[in-house]
């Protein structure tokens, strides 16, 4: 039985019965299984709850019309699953099943999507290249001994591998948009407050979005519609009406009258020759389809990745004092008071990043440091959204390398955690300012490496980036490039 | 501001972070932090005066009606806890005095 790989066809297939919601998941199941002991993607498959709702949904009559009928979907496993043991891949919820569903789950069910599993990541999403994970790294399809990116490098790597034609991530500084680039994929992060939180495990909640990863934007366009909208149960999500994000991608892939920024002086030092090269050609062919390319300023774009840096710790270091061995989770079980016991369950329940981190940011909201790092990074994040704001009054997009290098080797940067940060340095800035952004392939290495190219876009503008995107995507074939991850497991 | 992070700084805010850290770790991550603020002091040098700081990155938040509405089954709660006693609602805990 052939199942079709892409969202759109499965859907089409499973509606018209062509092939049951059944056998599309056990074909997911079956490469996920062939697969993941290879590349750890993900932390849990949860194959008997997939099958059962595959079935279920055979049997019903009135089904045709949901939009992801069918549809195989992994979760990053910061998102609260009911039955389904959500860890952020760490140790303090090594044991945790939350008794209730993140939203995004309820209504990605309601649209007919089949949940198969939650994917690795860097812990709490604190990380860029998923070695963070307290279950080991996961590894890249495209290169074995290299990382995926991070923090959703699981979600990437079981989309790269055909292992599910979608799954979600989150993204506080570039965590869905660098791993798409390093695997090879489509991934978007939101316009802040357009995917509801509910049920997100928070890293840093001024920043945190929930988005898609798939193997094109018109997959990206279709389980965003699902997505999207106000959440009573999480007060930061839009109110902004949703547009119809399919219908908003051009057919014919014309850019005419759009203009593109670039800001070309960001570019000066640290990113790779191989993928400037592939960058400057991807802007040729926008400009081949009618765009105009302007030259835009981000002045303080310097500042982003400090500024980040501040901020993230900061809300992470409250957000993370929940993790107490009082309501979930592990426990360290040989202290005799109180006291004792949040410092062991917390000491030893934390891996090493997320324990730096705590440490940075209680230290920069601390008394004496607040006003000199906190606020004065609240302070640039200002400054930082407007270059963006001046930016968008001569550009409706802009147009940056994803990440300045392609897929790092394993352990290549993880006893210098400034060296990771700056992996971040073209992504933190749509986090700071609130803006959608995508990241979709635009070429490889000469050793075969995935190179990503990022378009960001205004605030709630989110159906301008993604036809951007798709318009991009339909003038190359890059997208279409998959990895063999191992020749006797391709299909 | 000084870019010196000694291992009693890390003692002092893992003390406020409840977070008991082996001497290797205070040792790491004196040098680690030291280094990440070194980097981070860049953000000093941007004038800023009069600048309003920035929260968060969306509209204002939605209020709502303040209306109770049924919650999480407490049972269910209580389960996740590493110790509870469901017949009384109470989550456990060592004792809170030393």
């Known amino acids: 039985?052939?199942?079709?790989?892409?969202?759109?066809?499965?859907?089409?297939?499973?509606?018209?019965?062509?092939?049951?919601?059944?056998?599309?998941?056990r074909a997911a199941l079956e490469r996920i299984a062939a697969l993941d002991p290879v590349l750890n993607a993900f932390r849990f498959v949860a194959r008997e709850r997939a099958l059962a709702r595959a079935a279920e949904l055979d049997s019903r009559r009135d089904g045709q019309n949901l939009p992801l009928l069918g549809v195989p979907i992994a979760l990053k496993d910061n998102m609260c699953t009911r039955g389904v043991p959500t860890t952020a891949s760490s140790r303090i919820l090594e044991n945790y099943t939350p008794p209730y569903n993140a939203t995004v789950v309820n209504r990605l069910e309601a649209?007919?999507?089949?949940?198969?599993?939650?994917?690795?990541c860097d812990e709490f999403a604190m990380g860029s290249s998923t070695e963070n994970s307290a279950y080991g790294p996961t590894r890249n399809p495209w290169a074995l001994d290299r990382t995926p990116g991070g923090s959703s490098g699981g979600s990437a790597a079981a989309v790269a591998s055909g292992m599910v034609p979608l799954a979600l991530g989150s993204d506080t500084g570039g965590s869905i948009r660098q791993p798409a680039a390093l695997?090879?994929?489509v991934?978007?992060?939101?316009?802040?407050?357009?995917?509801?939180?509910?049920?997100?495990?928070?890293?840093a909640s001024s920043l945190d979005q929930i988005g898609p990863f798939a193997a094109s934007?018109?997959?990206?366009?279709?389980?965003?519609s699902a997505l999207a909208g106000h959440?009573?149960?999480?007060?930061?999500?839009?109110?902004?009406?949703?547009?119809?994000f399919s219908a908003a991608l051009a057919s014919d892939g014309d850019l005419h009258g759009l203009r593109i920024g670039v800001p070309r002086h960001l570019f000066r030092e640290g990113v790779d020759a191989e993928v400037m090269q592939a960058f400057d050609a991807a802007v040729e062919v926008t400009r081949n389809r009618g765009a105009e390319i302007v030259e835009v300023t981000l002045e303080h774009s310097p500042e982003a990745i400090p500024v980040y840096y501040v901020i993230a710790t900061a809300e992470a270091s409250a957000n993370l004092a929940r993790y107490d061995g009082v309501r979930y989770g592990y426990r360290a079980d040989d202290a005799t008071t109180l006291g004792e016991m949040y410092d062991r369950t917390r000491g030893r329940g934390f891996g090493r990043e997320v324990k730096r981190r705590i440490i940075l940011g209680t230290y920069v909201l601390s008394a004496g440091y607040y006003d000199a790092y906190y606020r004065k990074a609240q302070q640039v994040r200002t400054l930082i959204r407007r270059d963006y704001d001046r930016a968008f009054t001569n550009a409706d997009v802009i147009a940056m390398p994803t990440s300045p290098t392609a897929a790092f080797k394993l352990g290549e940067r993880t006893?210098?955690?400034?060296?990771?940060?700056?992996?971040?340095?073209?992504?933190v800035g749509a986090n700071l300012a609130g803006l959608p952004g995508i990241s979709v392939p635009c070429g490889f290495t000469t050793t075969r490496i995935p190179i990503g190219l990022q378009f960001t876009g205004r605030t709630m503008e989110d159906a301008t980036v993604l036809r951007v995107a798709h318009a991009y995507e339909r003038a190359t074939s890059w997208s279409k490039e998959r990895p063999v991850v191992a020749p006797e497991l391709s299909r | 501001m000084s870019n010196?992070?000694?291992?009693?700084?890390?003692?002092?805010?893992?003390?406020?972070a409840r977070l008991e850290l082996t001497a290797e770790e205070k040792d790491l991550f004196a040098r680690q932090l030291a280094e990440i603020l070194a980097y981070a002091e860049q953000i000093q040098q941007v004038p800023t005066e009069g600048v309003e700081p920035t929260s968060h990155a969306g509209d204002a938040a939605a209020l709502r009606d303040d209306r109770v509405v049924p919650s999480l089954p407490r049972e269910e709660v209580l389960a996740a806890a590493p110790d509870a006693d469901p017949s009384t609602g109470l989550f456990k805990v060592p004792r809170v005095l030393g």
Not at chain 1, 187 to 203: H, I
Not at chain 1, 416 to 424: A, E, I, K
């Open chain 1, 1 to 25: 039985m052939d199942v079709p790989i892409d969202v759109q066809s499965i859907r089409d297939a499973v509606a018209r019965r062509e092939v049951s919601a059944v056998d599309v998941c």
């Open chain 1, 111 to 120: 649209a007919g999507a089949i949940i198969v599993g939650k994917t690795n």
């Open chain 1, 183 to 185: 695997c090879g994929v």
């Open chain 1, 187 to 203: 991934g978007f992060k939101p316009s802040y407050g357009r995917v509801s939180r509910y049920g997100l495990l928070a890293f």
């Open chain 1, 217 to 224: 934007v018109k997959d990206v366009a279709l389980v965003l």
């Open chain 1, 231 to 244: 959440d009573p149960c999480d007060s930061t999500s839009s109110q902004v009406v949703v547009p119809d």
């Open chain 1, 415 to 427: 006893e210098d955690p400034v060296q990771m940060y700056l992996s971040d340095v073209f992504t």
């Open chain 2, 4 to 16: 010196t992070f000694s291992r009693g700084d890390v003692e002092r805010v893992a003390r406020l």
